[in-house]
């Protein structure tokens, strides 16, 4: 009878992980068909994508542009199926995103033999508000945690014939399709080592295959795609304050240390201001982990991390929230053990049944926080956009912020914007505000200025300026853009 009972629970939390991650499906294709505007980075992207061949692809990308060849040839694909759409540059994303789900469920299955611990983790995984976001991001970074996620799964399954051979060839192919890729084959190799030396001798032997092809492969990437990129000055400005220092005696190195644990527990796992909460409860698991001496999950999710700081300190690979997206399901895993682990000794302890449904408070943390703004939405130009065909008349000119340049030249290259009238593209000037005014001024007539992308506050220095000295007949606010009418046919009396 009570082999029966614990088979009907075990169903009934395999029904729930199946529920879940229909869920995350459901939630990620409402994200995909809202149909965001694309904002600054990806607009940048994007045009790359549309207006170059598969062959011009390989070559350095326009406008400091970076991503793995293989990604670009697969979004050129789909952007051609489906042409002047951001749907077909989304379709890969989201692909990525619908598979990882299921890979990441047997991932945990294959770590985990405990239903509630897979439960959980694959509920913070499908409502993970990063996740979900970046299914319809059009960047590579959904196609990390792809790749990431198949090379584990690959690995991980109970399979002995050609596996070698299988990962050999997969293991090569995601070179080209993730940067992160070289970093999950490099803890790959390791692991099987450790094996090798520890365990099965012949495991050693086997590597050679896989070694071979991977180190061929990258090899020839590196040279081919990385080695003396153009862009390699403007991304190390870029991405400057995401290299770790090496001075654990200076207050930048804990500096960053503090910024990065925040910026992983309150905005990667989507926690927020609970973030606090998933530090203590990660941490509970680390240590249970490490006590239980289960050195395989701690080999396979730790040391990508550390490998990535690592990386960072040499400037060669950032740690930053879009490049540390594949790592979601490793702080996630640990997270959920601490989780059902002090569950369980509660429950062991105090005997209370209440303390059974602790765990479920987690998920609910990471909802409340994700509907709060749903579907995402980032900077929504063609909102901007259409309330101006609504109202500009034939002899009014547009000013675009420089911010917002990138996504209107992207909408006018695939002909979803085509407004007729005189367009005045800004320039940066972030050392002199007043340049931007001057740019403005040179139009006499009725002038609409488009916002979006916005730095700092330029636009309060702009619109304040106007506000004071023309007459202001149209203003629209969206997220991320806004849209103002100055008649400067005149100047006001009073300034």
Same mark, same amino acid.
């Given at each position: ?68 060849? %293989? ?31 299921? !890979? ?5 299955? +294959? ?100 070694? $071979? $092809? ?25 991405? %400057? ?45 680390? +240590? ?13 999710? !730790? ?24 790592? $979601?399901?490793? +702080? ?79 909408? $006018? ?41 916005? +730095? ?23 997220? %991320? ?15």
């Amino acid at each position: 009878m009570h082999d029966y009972y614990h088979h009907q629970y075990n169903k009934k939390i395999h029904q729930a992980t199946i529920a879940v991650m229909l869920l995350g499906i459901i939630l990620s294709f409402i994200q995909f068909i809202c149909n965001r505007s694309l904002w600054f980075d990806e607009s940048l992207l994007s045009l790359n994508i549309i207006t170059k061949n598969y062959s011009e692809l390989i070559n350095p990308l326009e406008y400091n542009q970076v991503a793995p060849i %293989g990604f670009l040839e697969i979004e050129k694909l789909f952007s051609t199926l489906l042409p002047n759409s951001e749907f077909g540059l989304r379709i890969f994303p989201l692909l990525c995103y619908w598979v990882s789900i299921y !890979l990441f469920y047997r991932v945990i299955g +294959y770590i985990s033999k405990d239903g509630k611990t897979i439960l959980l983790a694959v509920s913070l995984f499908c409502l993970n508000s990063s996740l979900l976001y970046y299914s319809s991001e059009v960047k590579q970074y959904m196609c990390d945690v792809f790749v990431c996620l198949l090379l584990y799964y690959l690995f991980l399954k109970k399979y002995q014939n050609k596996k070698m051979l299988l990962l050999s060839i997969v293991g090569s192919l995601c070179i080209f399709l993730s940067n992160i890729s070289i970093i999950i084959l490099f803890t790959i190799a390791i692991v099987i080592i450790r094996d090798g030396i520890t365990q099965n001798k012949t495991n050693l032997k086997r590597l050679v295959l896989p070694l $071979t $092809t991977w180190a061929l492969s990258f090899g020839y990437y590196y040279y081919r795609f990385i080695n003396n990129h153009p862009n390699k000055k403007s991304m190390l400005n870029y991405w %400057g304050e995401s290299f770790m220092p090496i001075n654990v005696f200076k207050i930048s190195f804990w500096d960053f240390c503090f910024y990065k644990t925040k910026m992983i527990f309150f905005s990667l796992l989507s926690f927020d201001s609970a973030g606090i909460i998933a530090l203590v409860f990660f941490t509970i698991g680390l +240590y249970n982990l490490i006590k239980a001496k289960n050195k395989n999950i701690l080999f396979l999710f !730790l040391l990508p991390i550390l490998l990535q700081l690592i990386l960072s300190i040499f400037k060669l690979y950032p740690f930053d929230l879009r490049l540390i997206l594949y790592q $979601t399901g490793f +702080y996630i895993l640990i997270l959920s053990v601490g989780i059902i682990d002090i569950t369980t000794w509660g429950f062991q302890k105090i005997k209370k049944g209440w303390i059974a449904w602790i765990p479920i408070i987690f998920p609910l943390m990471v909802c409340i926080n994700l509907f709060k703004n749903y579907p995402i939405k980032v900077e929504e130009l063609k909102n901007s956009v259409e309330f101006i065909s609504n109202h500009i008349q034939p002899n009014e000119t547009i000013y675009i912020y420089y911010g917002a340049i990138p996504a209107y030249k992207y909408y $006018t290259e695939t002909k979803i914007i085509s407004l007729k009238n005189p367009i005045l593209f800004g320039k940066v000037s972030r050392e002199d505000e007043n340049k931007y005014i001057k740019e403005i001024e040179n139009n006499k007539n009725k002038c609409w200025i488009i916002f979006s992308h916005i +730095y700092d506050t330029e636009n309060k220095y702009i619109t304040n300026y106007f506000d004071l000295t023309y007459k202001k007949i149209f203003s629209y606010t969206t997220i %991320g853009s806004e849209v103002y009418l100055y008649d400067m046919t005149e100047i006001k009396k009073n300034y």
